[in-house]
């Protein structure tokens, strides 16, 4: 487990795997080490739910942050192809945020909400002594539809191409260099590129777009550990799945797209880009037949998206994930945090 960020899994797999309370029936998807949301069956109904933590930060508006925060709820459920509908959230204020600050983020989510069709359904808010931005809650989505039409992150099959979204590292540069651009030795110009990332973190309509375009055997948005993550997550999960067939995902390097001001900040972080998390950016693997609807689809909506590989069979001891016939290992560790305690001076 490392010290910062999500557990990796081996450590899920030796403490959390096997400690999950009750056997119960009506769990038809419970934890899974790279798949981000849970599915209940309700009279035959499928329940996708979904919990994450709220982050609140005040330097990028309060506006911006609590849309930003509940983008990240609702992400996981998203993904799945099932539009979230339900919200149970729970404020642990830290005591100095004011009333009128809570209220301009508590409209704003309210407004997101309206706008997807969410409701909330319960929750608690309350001032306490010890908490500090950014943590500053939780929250569960849910969302409502037929098994059938579920997606999985571990779905992909061999004949599948592969897309992603965004790029490399958007979130992670957009909110390094809003928050602390003065410490960037980089041209303004470059700077404001990367400020303006920010506006691209947002996937929820993305994925509800790409899984109505379909058709789609597996998404998984790019988070911690950013694209290395992801592939392999996914990748792992494939053949986790698969009996019999081992698959292997081949990247172009050259196909991923990158970001205006992405690149720079990096380097001046000295953040390796691929493992950096990327919150908005998405990875699809799709039917070769449903390639150019999904990618219209995803451009009418002024969403940057790129064929960057496919998933092939693969022979047992051949790694995961390769980019340009290179293995591309799971990151042991987010650097963007790091980064973050540096210019934060921590």
Same mark, same amino acid.
């Given at each position: 487990?490392?010290?910062?960020?999500?557990?990796?899994?081996?450590?899920?797999?030796?403490?959390?795997?096997?400690?999950?309370?009750?056997?119960?029936?009506?769990?038809?998807? *419970?934890?899974?080490?790279?798949?981000?949301?849970?599915?209940?069956?309700?009279?035959? +109904?499928?329940?996708?739910?979904?919990?994450?933590?709220?982050?609140? @930060?005040?330097?990028?508006?309060?506006?911006?942050?609590?849309?930003?925060?509940?983008?990240?709820?609702?992400?996981?459920?998203?993904?799945?192809?099932?539009?979230?509908?339900?919200?149970?959230?729970?404020?642990?204020?830290?005591?100095?945020?004011?009333?009128?600050?809570?209220?301009?983020?508590?409209?704003?989510?309210?407004?997101?909400?309206?706008?997807?069709? $969410?409701? $909330?359904?319960?929750?608690?808010?309350?001032?306490?002594?010890?908490?500090?931005?950014?943590? $500053?809650?939780?929250?569960?989505?849910?969302?409502?539809?037929?098994?059938?039409?579920?997606?999985?992150?571990? *779905?992909?099959?061999?004949?599948?191409?592969?897309?992603?979204?965004? *790029?490399?590292?958007?979130?992670?540069?957009?909110?390094?260099? %809003?928050?602390?651009?003065?410490?960037?030795?980089?041209?303004?110009?470059?700077?404001?590129?990367?400020?303006?990332?920010?506006?691209?973190?947002?996937?929820?309509?993305?994925?509800?777009?790409?899984?109505?375009?379909?058709?789609?055997?597996?998404?998984?948005?790019? %988070?911690?550990?950013?694209?290395?993550?992801? @592939?392999?997550?996914?990748?792992?999960?494939?053949?986790? +799945?698969?009996?019999?067939?081992? @698959?292997?995902?081949?990247?172009?390097?050259?196909?991923?797209?990158?970001?205006?001001?992405?690149?720079?900040?990096?380097?001046?972080?000295?953040?390796?880009?691929?493992?950096?998390?990327?919150?908005?950016?998405?990875?699809?693997?799709?039917?070769?037949?449903?390639?150019?609807?999904?990618?219209?689809?995803?451009?009418?909506?002024? %969403?940057?998206?790129?064929?960057?590989?496919?998933?092939?069979?693969?022979?047992?001891?051949?790694?995961?994930?390769?980019?340009?016939?290179?293995?591309?290992?799971?990151?042991?560790?987010?650097?963007?945090?790091?980064?973050?305690?540096? @210019?934060?001076?921590?």
């Amino acid at each position: 487990m490392s010290e910062l960020g999500k557990i990796d899994r081996s450590f899920f797999e030796r403490h959390v795997a096997t400690n999950l309370g009750a056997d119960r029936d009506d769990v038809a998807l *419970g934890p899974t080490h790279g798949v981000d949301f849970g599915v209940l069956d309700i009279d035959g +109904r499928a329940l996708v739910t979904a919990t994450d933590p709220v982050s609140i @930060l005040p330097p990028l508006g309060l506006e911006r942050a609590a849309r930003f925060a509940i983008d990240l709820v609702l992400a996981d459920v998203a993904v799945s192809a099932v539009a979230p509908s339900h919200l149970s959230i729970c404020f642990t204020l830290p005591e100095a945020m004011t009333d009128d600050q809570f209220a301009t983020v508590w409209e704003t989510i309210h407004e997101e909400c309206v706008d997807l069709g $969410v409701s $909330v359904v319960t929750g608690h808010t309350a001032r306490y002594s010890d908490p500090s931005y950014p943590w $500053v809650g939780a929250a569960t989505a849910m969302g409502v539809g037929d098994h059938e039409a579920i997606v999985r992150p571990d *779905g992909a099959r061999s004949g599948d191409r592969l897309l992603l979204t965004t *790029g490399p590292a958007v979130e992670s540069v957009g909110l390094l260099s %809003t928050l602390y651009g003065d410490q960037l030795d980089l041209p303004d110009a470059v700077v404001a590129d990367a400020q303006d990332r920010l506006a691209e973190v947002h996937c929820v309509r993305d994925a509800l777009t790409v899984a109505a375009a379909g058709p789609v055997q597996a998404m998984h948005d790019v %988070t911690e550990g950013g694209l290395a993550g992801a @592939l392999n997550e996914m990748a792992e999960g494939a053949n986790r +799945r698969t009996e019999g067939t081992a @698959l292997q995902f081949e990247i172009d390097r050259a196909a991923v797209p990158m970001r205006p001001g992405v690149a720079e900040v990096c380097e001046a972080l000295e953040i390796d880009p691929w493992a950096a998390t990327s919150c908005g950016a998405l990875v699809i693997a799709v039917e070769p037949s449903g390639v150019d609807d999904v990618v219209e689809a995803l451009e009418a909506r002024n %969403t940057v998206v790129a064929e960057i590989g496919s998933v092939r069979p693969a022979s047992s001891d051949e790694s995961r994930v390769v980019v340009d016939g290179d293995p591309l290992p799971h990151p042991s560790v987010d650097p963007s945090w790091a980064a973050y305690a540096a @210019l934060a001076g921590e």
